[in-house]
Nanobody, 123 residues
Framework: QVQLKESGGGSVQAGGSLRLSCAVT????????MAWYRQPPGKGREEREL??????????NYADSVKDRFYIFDNNTKNAIFLQMNNLHPEDTATYYC??????????????WGRGTQVSVSA
């Protein structure tokens, strides 16, 4: 399994940019996919929405609401992923969580969550 720690959140005005980082430690080779989720204010954990995901082959997908504004990427050693967020909108305000999916042995799987980092966008 892996452990995740986010950083880089903050407060910006609409139209601004932020870059979120997620440090990944543990068994990096066990990870199949990394992703960013977000949980808007006042909504519960079950309402977290997928923002962007990147797989071990480098392919990525994005929520329609962030396409062409957000970009997910990792570093060469796969011990960190990033979310570059451009042209931020007030509706992007949320707590952003790093998420990992992977395998343990041939059969078992795992998921891991970070503790989140807050992003606030003012109009």
């Amino acid at each position: 399994q892996v452990q995740l720690k986010e950083s880089g959140g903050g407060s910006v005005q609409a139209g601004g940019s932020l870059r979120l980082s997620c440090a990944v430690t543990g068994d990096l080779a066990s990870v199949n996919q990394m992703a960013w989720y977000r949980q808007p204010p006042g909504k519960g954990r079950e309402e977290r929405e997928l923002v962007a995901a990147i797989r071990s082959d480098g392919s990525a997908n994005y929520a329609d609401s962030v396409k062409d504004r957000f970009y997910i990427f990792d570093n060469n050693t796969k011990n960190a992923i990033f979310l570059q967020m451009n042209n931020l909108h007030p509706e992007d305000t949320a707590t952003y969580y790093c998420h990992a999916e992977g395998h343990m042995g041939a059969v078992n799987t795992f998921t891991s969550w970070g503790r989140g980092t807050q992003v606030s966008v003012s109009a």
